[in-house]
């Protein structure tokens, strides 16, 4: 199945800006979630066989364009990583900087967001990145609310035990997605 030209249209014409506010909640930068926008719909474009259609069009978009997201997260943190990694091999491994800690937590959560199942991190991305409620984020995923909130402590407490973060919100350990 392929979307024609006006469908495609459509479906910029009503969901580009959500897509926007998702992607720009996840990168913490308006021209980097233009551009994860449009990835987006060139994927829609791409795959268009993939959709299935007992889902809305919004749900599929909404796992491109976070996966696409999280990918240029990742991506953006290895970039990091990598001049971390030169710098010190230019002024010596005695010199750091005062990031370094902050830079492996994103890294562990990022870990942290692969590992988990599909659900779990569809919970996650609704509820702390696109601030969701859990009854919104419950719809969205298509579990109960008690699910979603049982999914949502079991991520938090791994986090905590990884990361050895002393409070119990994940919300306080997500500053670091603007870097």
Known sequence: MEFTD???ADLYDRYAHVLFHRCRSILRNEEDAW???QETFARVIKN?????RQSSPLTWMYRISTNYSLNQLRNRTSRAATRRDKRADIVGPETTESGDTFLGDHERILELLED??????ACVVHTYFDECTREETAKLVGLSV????????????RARRQLGVAVAFLAAVLPWIRA
Request: hydrophobic letters at 40%; zero cysteines.
């Open 6 to 8: 006006e469908e495609v």
């Open 35 to 37: 551009d994860a926008v």
């Open 48 to 52: 268009a066989e993939t959709f299935r």
């Open 116 to 121: 988990a199942d599909e659900q779990t991190r």
């Open 146 to 157: 008690p699910t979603v909130r049982k999914r949502l402590n079991a991520f938090l407490l």
